[in-house]
Nanobody, 120 residues
Framework: QVQLVESGGGLVQAGGSLRLSCAAS????????MGWYRQAPGKQRELVAGITSGGSTDYADSVKGRFTISRDSAKNTVYLQMNSLKPEDTAVYYC??????????????WGQGTQVTVSS
């Protein structure tokens, strides 16, 4: 199968920065889109940023100009650079990848989530 392992979350003051990483491993033939979602307490999970295999990116309006998504296809890794963090960015951040496995079969996988807390 496929595993996504996230790292880089933590506690930061408002205005600070964090960088999240997510590495995919396992029975991977190729990875199409990768992205980051977040879920705050009492709210639905929402897309933060996504990136296609061709490098096209998409961002939620609330993070445009502050967050940058990138990927290293050779390492099957996606990153989220988060700058100018605000208390409202506090959430559990989840990595997502649409993977074509070696079976072959396409499936969306999720990471376990990493907590990001921004203090005011």
């Amino acid at each position: 199968q496929v595993q996504l392992v996230e790292s880089g979350g933590g506690l930061v003051q408002a205005g600070g920065s964090l960088r999240l990483s997510c590495a995919a491993s396992g029975s991977i033939f190729s990875i199409n889109a990768m992205g980051w979602y977040r879920q705050a307490p009492g709210k639905q999970r929402e897309l933060v940023a996504g990136i296609t295999s061709g490098g096209s990116t998409d961002y939620a309006d609330s993070v445009k100009g502050r967050f940058t998504i990138s990927r290293d296809s050779a390492k099957n890794t996606v990153y989220l650079q988060m700058n100018s963090l605000k208390p409202e960015d506090t959430a559990v951040y989840y990595c997502n990848a649409v993977v074509v496995t070696t079976t072959p079969r396409q499936h969306a996988y999720w990471g376990q989530g990493t907590q990001v807390t921004v203090s005011s």
